[in-house]
């Protein structure tokens, strides 16, 4: 039974820092129906600013600052790069292949950087642990799970409260009308890269944190399971990306928790699960768990 509380708190925590990621997804897509490939190499960049910040600005100030960085860096990204001729959203599929391009040159560069080094962010839980009843759990785990619930909890309600909320709700149901009605469709979608980069950045810190032994040049390929995530609960839909994300997250828990049980599926089965998972509720739901069908006009 411990073991089972234990892997279930597991699944929670990454399910939680999973979330950050595929609301990231999720926002940009959203926004200018773009698949952002490089928004594991954004993250990547978020922890590795606040590795190599910390020692001089604190754990606090290297955040904040690897937050702003890579909120700025995927602003700019998306307004001087893919907007370029203007928001156009004939032209997502040709912009998701540009950030296939972005992702490599940033990649590429941090990894150069990195090295086969193991860096350290700073954070102040170190690797302290606490006990929850049976259950012990790292202090970082606990603090992925708060901090996320937070964040997230501030996006929803940017989405639902404030006039840049409601023109990308606007904007994502009809570009056209939206435009019409004096929404500012540029700044609307650079802000929501802004945000999505912000996420990123601050996901790092907890993908970092212990247990994982510090951030390294495979750490930005951990955004891909939140692929699956945003997948499942529909590209368009920020709750389905929470759902999603903490049902990606116990499925690799669970699995990791019980590979000596699921032997017969192979070692490293943990890695591919976020993925048969979405094959499987998509082969039910094609539209995922919260999307719903569009209607066309023919």
């Known amino acids: 039974m411990t073991a089972l509380l234990d892997n279930v708190f597991n699944g929670l925590a990454l399910g939680a820092v999973y979330a950050l990621v595929a609301l990231g997804f999720v926002i940009i897509f959203k926004a200018s129906g773009v698949m952002?490939?490089?928004?594991?190499?954004?993250?990547?960049?978020?922890?590795?600013?606040?590795?190599?910040?910390h020692d001089d600005l604190g754990f606090a100030g290297a955040l904040a600052v690897s937050?702003?960085?890579?909120a700025a860096v995927a602003g700019?990204?998306?307004?001087?790069?893919?907007?370029?001729?203007?928001?156009?959203?004939?032209?997502?599929?040709?912009?998701?292949?540009?950030?296939?391009?972005?992702?490599?040159?940033i990649l590429t560069?941090?990894?150069?950087?990195?090295?086969?080094?193991?860096?350290?962010?700073?954070?102040?839980?170190?690797?302290?642990?606490?006990?929850?009843?049976?259950?012990?759990?790292?202090?970082?785990?606990?603090?992925?799970?708060?901090?996320?619930?937070?964040?997230?909890a501030g996006v929803f309600a940017l989405f639902r409260y404030t006039t840049w909320g409601l023109s990308l709700r606007a904007s994502a149901e009809?570009?056209?009308?939206?435009?019409?009605?004096?929404?500012?469709?540029?700044?609307?979608?650079?802000?929501?890269?802004?945000?999505a980069g912000a996420l990123a950045a601050l996901a790092a810190v907890f993908l970092a944190a212990f247990p994982a032994p510090g951030l390294e040049r495979t750490t930005g390929q951990i955004a891909l399971k939140a692929f699956?995530?945003?997948?499942?609960?529909?590209?368009a839909s920020p709750p389905g990306a929470l759902a999603g994300s903490l049902l990606i997250g116990m499925?690799?828990?669970?699995?990791?928790?019980?590979?000596?049980?699921?032997?017969?599926?192979?070692?490293?089965?943990?890695d591919v699960a976020p993925y048969a998972v979405m094959v499987?509720?998509?082969?039910?739901?094609?539209?995922g768990l919260f999307g719903g069908k569009a209607a066309v006009r023919v």
Do not use: K
Not at 77 to 89: E, I, K, S, V
Not at 280 to 287: A, D, E, K, N, Q
């Open 36 to 53: 952002n490939f490089a928004h594991g190499s954004l993250l990547l960049l978020g922890g590795y600013l606040t590795a190599v910040l």
């Open 67 to 70: 937050v702003l960085a890579t």
């Open 76 to 105: 700019a990204m998306d307004r001087f790069l893919l907007q370029a001729g203007g928001p156009d959203p004939h032209t997502a599929h040709v912009q998701t292949i540009v950030t296939i391009g972005v992702d490599i040159l």
């Open 109 to 152: 560069d941090l990894s150069r950087r990195i090295g086969g080094d193991l860096l350290s962010l700073g954070d102040p839980w170190g690797d302290s642990v606490s006990g929850l009843g049976p259950v012990t759990v790292a202090d970082g785990r606990i603090a992925a799970i708060v901090v996320s619930a937070v964040v997230i």
């Open 174 to 195: 009809d570009v056209e009308a939206a435009s019409l009605m004096g929404v500012r469709l540029v700044r609307v979608r650079m802000l929501a890269w802004c945000l």
């Open 228 to 235: 699956p995530a945003a997948i499942l609960g529909g590209m």
């Open 251 to 270: 499925t690799e828990a669970l699995v990791a928790g019980y590979q000596s049980d699921l032997h017969v599926l192979g070692e490293g089965f943990g």
């Open 280 to 287: 499987l509720v998509l082969l039910v739901r094609p539209t």
